[in-house]
Structures are given as structure tokens and as C-alpha cells.
């Protein structure tokens, strides 16, 4: 009796332990309309990259810290929180991306959360502001905080480094944009309708020189881009599909690189080999120009270019109709040029 009191009482020990957390998360998921055969998982300290299938499923392991990490399928990317235990399933379709990612699983509530989110965001964010004036742009940015502040708080149970995340990230967030909305908006006001800064004898991808007066006749929207700018680089299917439209048209596409010899290497050959090589590699139409000093050339700082891409529309007659028109991607664009019977 006493042999089996022992062996029952270390029954009853063993079944009380705790069963071991795993120490990595396991992810997995399909992607329809996949974009590449391999996405990548990545932080500013962890990557890894993982095999898509064929029929767009994957899965792995990852060992990680806790920790919002950014999911790159290729052509798009979201943000994704990864925390050592969790069994997460993921399914999205890249012809709506933001739209269609949805997780099941362990860790399934703080993903399902982000990836409201960044559609919450994207929806209060998807205004036209620039067409605003300055007081009205500082009451919409005042709403659209109370908004987003009353959607975070509304949710519950969620990890504290989602929580805070979100909390410390929403007034850098909106003050960045409300910035450039400004800006914008003052540079419209200085600008639209007077005669544009003009370039000289910029040189041409295909070996030639472009001076911006030799374009008058025309409309002429100008992309100021750089081959590094990942921004820059996600407009060009749009821009070429629209040079394709309107090649008929009344209106010259010109690409402006600002690429520079900072972000090269600290060479200007080089740059200029960089920007080439993309103007072939990616087909690039239109007239391809480089600016000679980046940045500081004349032309870029006479539009007050400090971010890129940006987009210019300039009149036939030389004129400035938009200082900071609206991205080829934007449905606001093609709406412009039918206004102006382009």
C-alpha cells in the first residue's frame, strides 16, 4: 500500500508541473498573389528571411525578443508583434494588402489589433490636406488624435509594449504629417501660378543634356526621386503605367534625380553609375535627368524640396500649377489632369 501511496503521490507531483513555454514562435500563413517567393522578418537587431511555397504557404520558427517587427512580403510591408511561445498563423492577399491580413493563433489578438490599426490610420490619414487652409489642417489633426486616442484606448488585453508603442508614436506621428501638410499648403500659396525655377543643361540619361525651357509647349510633371529612396522607388510601376496612358498627350514626364555622392560612396561617378544602371534595369521612361549637385542644386532648393518623392506640375507657358502635386499612385492625380483637359 505504501509503494503505491508513493508511486500515486508522484503521479500527482508530475501532473501539477507546469508545461515549459516554448522559447521561439512559430509563424506560418498563405499569401495569395504572392509577390515573391520569400518574406522577411526584420528589426533593427534581427532578420531572417523565410521560403514562401509555391502555392504561397510558409512557415518557420524564430527565436526573438518581444517586439513589434516589420513583415516584408516583397512588395509591401506591415508591422508585426513576435514574442517567444506564440503559435501565429497569418493570411493575407497582396491585391489588398492592408486590407485582407488577418492572424489566428497565439498572439493572434495584438496582431489583429495592429493590423486594425494601421487601416484606422490609414483611413483618418487619407484627406486632402494640402487643400486646406492652416487653421482648418490644425482642427483636423486636433480630431483625428481625440480618434485615434479613443480607438487605442478602446482596446484591451493587448501587450504593454503594443500599448505603449502606440501611445508614445501617435503625437511624433501626427506632427510630422501636419508639418508636411503645412508646408505644403504654404508652399502652394507662394507658388502656384507664378513662373517655375527652371534647370539647365542637366544630364540626360541617354547621354544628352535637358534644360527645362526647352519643354515649354507642353505640361511637364516633374518626379523628384533618388535610386535609395525606398518611397521614391514604390511610385515607379504607378509613373510608368501613366506615361503609358498619356503618351499622346499634352504633357512631358521628367524624372529628376537627386542622387548624391553622400549616399554613394562619396562619389559622384559613382551615383551617376547607380542611377544608370536603374534607369535601365527598371525601364524607366520619359526624360531621365540627373541634377549635378543633389540636393543643393538651385532647382531642387528653389522648390523647397526636403523630402522625397516629389511631384511638380508645371503649365505649358512655364507656370506652376502644383509645387507638390499629387503622387502618380494618387487617383487625385488623374483627376487633376482632366480637369486641365490634359
Known sequence: MKKIFIAIGALTMFACQETPKKDYVTLS???????????IIRSRKYSKTIKVNADGTFSDTLKVEAG?????????SSTIFLKNGYDLNMSLDTKAFDETI??????????????????????????DFSS???????ATFKNIETELTTFYNSKQGLDSIITTSASKSLSPMLEGNKKYYANNIILKQEMTGKPSPVFVDYANADGSTTSLESLKGKYVYIDVWATWCAPCKAEIPALKALEKEYHDKNITFVSVSVDDDRTHGGSWD????????????????GVQVMSPEGWQSDFVRDYKVNGIPRFILIDPAGNIVDPSAPRPSDSKLKELFTSLSI
Open 68 to 76: 513589434l517587427y516589420n513583415f516584408y512580403d516583397g512588395g509591401e
Open 102 to 127: 488577418a492572424y489566428t493563433g497565439e498572439g493572434s489578438e495584438n496582431n489583429n489589433f495592429l493590423a486594425e490599426k494601421s487601416l484606422t490610420e490609414e483611413k483618418l490619414l487619407d484627406q
Open 270 to 285: 559613382k551615383a551617376k553609375a547607380d542611377w544608370l544602371a536603374m534607369v535601365t534595369e527598371e525601364k524607366l521612361g
Open 132 to 138: 486646406m487652409d492652416l487653421e482648418t489642417l490644425d
Open 29 to 39: 500563413g498563405k499569401i495569395t498573389d504572392q509577390n515573391s517567393d520569400s518574406i
